[in-house]
């Protein structure tokens, strides 16, 4: 792959904190590859392969903010200090690519069940979902204030590591896309109601943890452009959200994908969906936020990628299973 080829996907991308070599990220997905619940040398080497591939970013899966989002075994513990010298040593790989790392944290809410984590599970109300066979309790004040303390206590890690930065995931109706969403949220508190109070707690997370890494650290969020499914959000209301976060002026880009757990083939589109299939959802917030977007959905080709970032879509490509199949499909 060269330059003169794919200009706009090769180049770099370089707004605030956002630093990288070029448009092309291995976004965050669930591999189990942890060992003692931290990043150890399986799952290090699956990362520093891909930055040897040419990946300008790689965003570790989600890590675990607090023990009731236990849901695997090998999950990772991001809550745990212990997390703190295996992103060093992560770190220590991803740089000589110059690839920038990023961990991903995140709480499932009711998107789970109770087998591992042995806690209830926790959900803005008792709203089933769709994948789960068991009902969550709609979480308390006293819970909430705990859900925040687990996310500054991660964030906290984070920041005492060398890693690049931190990225929320608040889509595919994990516990803060229960809160945006009305079919999950039944609250009558300040959480629940007007979409700007279901973004409430989504909103207090972001600038807890910015409060948490400090003012260097590279920070984004990770939120649906649709949910897909009806009753929903819906794009313009994502729009809305993006906007929200913006606002608080204290995140540097966000990462848009689509689905919940009511269609949850389309979280990971099969082979009969277009090509590019959530990428408008991506540019009309693009067209709303001054941040940089980030887009996702069966992006298979270089070309296609490129086409999507010289039209103006999106800031950067976020290509999973393509660099699952060979990470060296940038640097090709």
């Known amino acids: 792959m060269t330059a003169s080829a794919f200009p706009t996907l090769l180049s770099p991308l370089v707004r605030g904190r956002l630093k990288l070599k070029n448009r092309v990220l291995f976004p965050a997905h669930q591999t189990l590859f942890s060992e003692d619940s931290i990043v150890g040398p399986r799952m290090r080497a699956y990362y520093v392969e891909r930055a040897k591939g040419g990946a300008g970013a790689v965003v570790v899966e989600g890590g675990a903010t607090h023990d009731t989002t236990i849901k695997f075994p090998s999950y990772i513990h991001a809550h745990d200090p212990r997390i703190v010298k295996s992103l060093d040593e992560l770190a220590a790989g991803l740089r000589p690519y110059g690839c920038v790392g990023i961990v991903q944290i995140v709480h499932s809410g009711s998107r789970m069940s109770s087998h591992d984590a042995r806690r209830a599970l926790w959900a803005p109300s008792d709203v089933r979902s769709a994948i789960s066979p068991e009902t969550p309790h709609a979480m308390t004040r006293a819970e909430i204030a705990e859900l925040m303390e687990g996310y500054a206590r991660t964030a906290g890690h984070i920041a005492r590591s060398a890693i690049d930065g931190v990225e929320v995931h608040a889509c595919h109706e ?13 609250r009558d508190d300040e959480y629940g109601g007007s979409l700007e109070n279901r973004a409430r707690l989504l909103l207090d997370v972001v600038r807890i943890v910015r409060g948490a890494v400090g003012n260097d650290r590279l920070f984004g969020v990770r939120l649906n452009g649709s949910d ?19 606002a608080t002026g204290v995140i540097d880009y966000l990462s848009i994908t689509a689905g919940t757990s009511r269609d949850n083939n389309m979280i990971v589109p099969p082979m009969d969906v277009p090509p ?39 800031d950067a490509v976020n290509i999973a299973r393509a660099l699952i199949a060979d990470p060296f499909w940038a640097e090709k």
Do not use: C, H, W
């Open 174 to 186: 994990y516990l803060f896309g229960q809160y945006l969403s009305p079919l999950n949220n039944l």
């Open 228 to 246: 897909l499914t009806p009753g929903g959000l819906e794009n313009d209301d994502y729009v809305k959200v993006a906007q929200m976060l913006e």
């Open 276 to 314: 590019g299939v959530f990428v408008d959802y991506a540019a009309a917030i693009r067209k709303s936020v001054k941040l940089p977007v980030f887009t996702v959905g069966r992006i298979k080709t270089p070309a296609f990628a490129e086409q999507i970032l010289a039209g103006g879509k999106a």
